[in-house]
């Protein structure tokens, strides 16, 4: 019963974490159009996690989001992902999803990535979102899953 | 359990380290998130081979929440010794993103010569507050992914020894619920 409504909480709290995050890359822009100086702060938030090239970025008010599209995708993904967990796990499955489906959805990311980075080949905005999101969609199913895992083992099994 | 974190430690160091110094690097960085969340991974792949009973998904984000730290100090140290290079990367991107913008925001160039030199102490904390909150959070989710992905040999072979269950009867319990 504690487990069922640990698994809710992280949930709910995975769902607003997500929604304001992709609020905040949305929001960047705007304040950016409108000059208002809180943008930079936006901006720089996502820079140690986003090289935020404005040539690989999707763009808002004239101005680019405050990621880049591939993170945009694993971002909405994850968003997705999240909507659709409780109809995929129910809250009841405590086991990750096997390695098989992670390699399935992980491999194009990697090579996608890697053919970028070593200017193999220039993916266009579009194919790195969609790819981006694909990984993001199986992301939620380790994070809800681990972090409820944690909060059990390592807060509530040590206070008892 | 303080021996637990203990042993943690060391497999962080190494997991956020790299991951750390290699975000931190302005042409390396084009892997975005992925690079904390591999440091991650790789924290629990070392932590993996040290252990002595089969990890729990708790201890891969336990781990891997050690690792996001380290890579927030590490991405930190290694920002101040790259701070010309960044800036200079930085200046090109503006230059770019003038040719992809309809409208600059007022006063633009001379933002990026005000640059660190009239960064406030209190911003750069921040900066590396929210870092580290963002760092954990991917450094965790890289734990669980890398404890799914190498839990299943270190079964195989948890099932062969013999765990001390003195020592930790809660974590051994849940692992045997969990193999069940």
Redesign the interface.
């Known amino acids: 019963m504690v487990e069922k409504k640990i698994f809710r909480i992280v949930f709910i709290f995975t769902l607003v974490g997500v929604i304001g995050w992709l609020a905040l890359i949305f929001i960047a822009p705007f304040l950016?159009s409108l000059?208002i100086p809180a943008n930079s702060f936006i901006y720089?938030?996502f820079s140690?996690?986003?090289?935020?090239?404005?040539?690989r970025c999707f763009?808002l008010f004239?101005?680019?989001l405050a990621?880049?599209t591939?993170?945009l995708g694993?971002y909405f993904g994850f968003f997705l992902g999240t909507l659709i967990f409780p109809v995929v796990n129910g809250f009841k499955s405590?086991r990750?999803?096997k390695?098989l489906i992670?390699f399935i959805f992980t491999v194009p990311?990697v090579i996608d990535?890697l053919g970028?980075?070593f200017h193999l080949w220039q993916t266009s905005d579009w194919l790195r979102y969609v790819i981006g999101f694909i990984w993001g969609t199986l992301?939620p199913y380790?994070?809800i899953?681990?972090?409820s895992?944690?909060?059990?083992?390592?807060v509530i099994?040590?206070k008892v | 359990?303080e021996e637990q974190k203990t042993n943690m430690f060391i497999p962080a160091l190494i997991g956020g380290g790299i991951a750390g110094v290699l975000?931190g690097i302005p042409i390396m960085?084009?892997?975005?998130?992925?690079w904390?969340i591999g440091g991650g991974i790789a924290a629990v792949f070392f932590l993996n081979k040290e252990s002595p009973r089969p990890l729990?998904?708790?201890?891969?984000?336990?781990v891997g929440i050690f690792s996001g730290l380290v890579a927030t100090a590490a991405?930190f140290l290694v920002s101040i010794p790259l701070a010309p290079i960044t800036n200079k990367f930085i200046a090109n991107?503006m230059e770019?993103?003038a040719q992809?913008?309809?409208?600059m925001?007022?006063g633009w160039e001379t933002w990026l010569d005000k640059g660190a030199a009239e960064t406030h102490i209190s911003l750069v904390l921040l900066?590396v507050l929210?870092?580290a909150v963002?760092?954990s959070v991917?450094g965790?989710?890289g734990?669980?992914?890398g404890?799914?992905?190498f839990k299943?040999d270190k079964m195989k072979q948890g099932e062969k020894d013999v765990i001390d269950v003195s020592k930790d009867s809660?974590?051994v319990k849940?692992a045997d619920n969990?193999q069940s």
């Open positions: 950016r000059d720089a938030i140690p996690i986003c090289h935020q090239n404005p040539s763009y004239g101005y680019p990621v880049c591939r993170c694993i405590k990750a999803p390695n992670f990311i990535t970028n980075m992301l380790y994070f899953v681990g972090i895992e944690f909060i059990k083992e390592w099994h040590r | 359990m975000s960085n084009c892997l975005c998130c992925l904390i729990t998904m708790g201890d891969g984000a336990v991405d991107l770019r993103f992809y913008a309809d409208e925001p007022s900066g929210i870092n963002v760092f991917l965790a989710l734990g669980i992914i404890v799914s992905l299943k809660t974590t849940d969990n």
